[in-house]
Every structure is written in structure tokens, then in C-alpha cells.
């Protein structure tokens, strides 16, 4: 009998899985071989584009001369701003976090078509800003970076920042699986938050240690020039391709919708 997601993700809420680290890892790096040169360039080109998008809308609002004040290191000092600047900072910081979530989505989908040797087109980086997709990724999103943004105003009062980077380390484990969920599992936004936080659960430690390790290498770009970077973040995408991969898998019917 054929497993869909769903069942897929019954079986583990019932019986759990297994997970070997050193597959996982050398499923990741193997993939991420084929895509870091074209998955660099393209986080590159998209980081620029925003950018200029970015600091154009700044000078038409605010002018030139006023963004350039507001950019000088100490004026960039959390303590020195106000509630209401606090709180559009934070509301401007989770809207781009949810309109640039579908090129993360692509970016997995790259490692989905690279390990198939199938074409990967510009075209397919906004892939995910159609419908159904676009929807469930924002709101998934959108959730998150609500529950982050508040984590992080609640425990800045502590005045502990290793507080604030264990609560920021656990959110991204547990979620994890929630986009290539969305992707590849065709499952609505909450239910894929659910069925990630559930998922990771079951192997956490195995898993952590997984992201741990990718992080250390994705931040080898910075080494000698920092623009290296764009060519080592793709691993981490691939890495959590390989680990959707490991433990979900993909159906038939999942395969042929995919491929479209």
C-alpha cells in the first residue's frame, strides 16, 4: 500500500523513526555538490535586488540624508529606540521574513530537482509565490516570526542574550520540516507546523545536531570574504531536503506533482 504524508506522519506519532546522522549528513552533501554554485548565484542576485528595493523605498519615504544618519552605528543602538520604532522595525522584519519564505521553499526544491538531475529554472525560484503554495507558506510564516518576535521581547527584559538564543535555536529546530511540508507533503500551514514540532520531537537531539554541524559550514563562507557565503547557504537547504527525505519521503503521487 502506498504511504501518503499523512500516514507517514501517523506511523511516526505512533512508532517514532530512525535516523543515522552520517547519512543524513553525506545525503545532504552530496546533493548540495550540484546546486551551491547555481543556488549561490541566485541568493546573490535576490539579495542585491532586494537591497536596492530595500534602500530605494527608505530614500523615498524618509530622503537620502536622513537614512544615511539612521545608519550610522550609533544610532543603530536597541536601547536607543523607542516602543513605536521597536514595533515598526519588528512589523517590517516579520513581512519580509514572510515574503521572502518562497525562496526558501525553491531553494529546497532545488535540492528536490538537483538529486533528480531535472532542470531548475529561474522561473521555478518563484514558484512558490502562486497559489496554493504562497497562502500556507506566508501564514506558516507569519506565525513563527510572531512567535519569535515576541519571545524576543519578552526575554530582552531578562537581559540574559543566552536565554534569547537557546529560545531562538529551539523555534528553528522544531520547524524545521515545516516548509518542505508545505511543498512536498501538500499540508496546509498549521497542520505542517503541528506535524514538524511532532516530527522533530521524536529525534531531537540527532537532529540538532544536524542543523548545528550545517550551520558551522554554511558559516565557513565568512571566512577570507564574506560573500562567500551565498555559495554555503545553500547547503543548509539542501541539508533540510535530505532530512524531509530521510524520514517522509515521497509518494508516487507526490513525485508526478512535483515534477509539474
Excluded: W
Excluded at 34 to 42: D, E
Excluded at 43 to 63: D, K, R
Excluded at 91 to 100: A, H, R, T, V, W
Excluded at 167 to 173: F, P
Amino acid at each position: 500500500m502506498i504511504k501518503t504524508t499523512q500516514d507517514r506522519i501517523e506511523e511516526i506519532k505512533k512508532n517514532g523513526y530512525t535516523l543515522d546522522f552520517g547519512n543524513v549528513f553525506n545525503h545532504a552533501f552530496e546533493n548540495y555538490k550540484k546546486i551551491a554554485l547555481y543556488g549561490g548565484l541566485m541568493i546573490f542576485v535576490i539579495f542585491v535586488l532586494l537591497s536596492i528595493f530595500a534602500f530605494g523605498v527608505l530614500i523615498a519615504i524618509f530622503g537620502g540624508t536622513a537614512v544615511v544618519d539612521f545608519l550610522k552605528p550609533e544610532n543603530l543602538k536597541p536601547e536607543e529606540f523607542s516602543l513605536n520604532t521597536l514595533l515598526i522595525f519588528s512589523g517590517i522584519s516579520i513581512l519580509i521574513s514572510c515574503l521572502i519564505s518562497p525562496l526558501t521553499a525553491a531553494l529546497i526544491k532545488m535540492a528536490y530537482c538537483a538529486e533528480r538531475d531535472e532542470e531548475f529554472h529561474i522561473s521555478t525560484m518563484f514558484e512558490y509565490y502562486k497559489a496554493p503554495y504562497f497562502k500556507e507558506i506566508f501564514i506558516a510564516t507569519f506565525v513563527i516570526s510572531i512567535i519569535s518576535s515576541i519571545s524576543s521581547t519578552v526575554i530582552n527584559y531578562t537581559q540574559i542574550p543566552v536565554i534569547s538564543f537557546v529560545v531562538t535555536v529551539i523555534i528553528e529546530l522544531f520547524t524545521i520540516l515545516m516548509i518542505p511540508l508545505i511543498i512536498f507533503g501538500k499540508l496546509k500551514a498549521i497542520e505542517a507546523l503541528e506535524a514538524s514540532i511532532l516530527i522533530v520531537s521524536k529525534q531531537p537531539l540527532i537532529l540538532l545536531g544536524l542543523i548545528v554541524v550545517g550551520s558551522i559550514g554554511t558559516l565557513v563562507g565568512l571566512i577570507g570574504c564574506c560573500i562567500g557565503i551565498v555559495f554555503t547557504l545553500p547547503f543548509l537547504n539542501s541539508l533540510y531536503y535530505a532530512i524531509y527525505s530521510e524520514i517522509i519521503g515521497f509518494d508516487p503521487e507526490t513525485e508526478i506533482e512535483n515534477r509539474n
